[in-house]
């Protein structure tokens, strides 16, 4: 069975950082596009970042970008999401998807993704 398999959630005050991980099982990324995204309760899931397959393409969120930083290591089979200035509404559970595809990225909740990663949440809160 291929996964993703997301960490590095966890409980932050605001103002504080948080790395991400996505890490493929038993499958290599480099044919993919990563996308991540969350939800918090009661909310509809949102796209907060994208990276192409070779990393050149990265797109953001408005609600995130000069906050947030998209990666990818290729060889580590890894994506990170490097997360700065947290505040309390980003709070929600932070999913990592996979879509393989020629070039460029998407944060679209509409189309079909391959491969989804359990999540992992993370808390902002004093």
């Known amino acids: 069975q291929l996964q993703l398999v997301e960490s590095g959630g966890g409980l932050v005050q605001p103002g504080g950082s948080l790395r991400l991980s996505c890490t493929a099982s038993?499958?290599?990324?480099?044919?993919?596009?990563i996308t991540w995204f969350r939800q918090a309760p009661g909310k509809e899931r949102e796209g907060v970042s994208c990276?192409?397959?070779?990393?050149?393409?990265?797109d953001y969120a408005d609600s995130v970008k000069g906050r947030f930083t998209i990666s990818r290591d290729n060889a580590k089979t890894t994506v990170y999401l490097q997360m700065n200035s947290l505040k309390p509404e980003d709070t929600a559970v932070y999913y990592c998807?996979?879509?393989?595809?020629?070039?460029?990225?998407?944060?679209?909740?509409?189309?079909?993704?391959?491969?989804w990663g359990q999540g992992t949440q993370v808390t902002v809160s004093s």
């Open positions: 990276i192409s397959r070779s990393g050149g393409i990265t």
């Open positions: 038993r499958f290599t990324l480099d044919a993919y596009a």
């Open positions: 998807a996979a879509e393989r595809r020629l070039g460029g990225c998407t944060r679209s909740s509409a189309i079909k993704y391959d491969y």
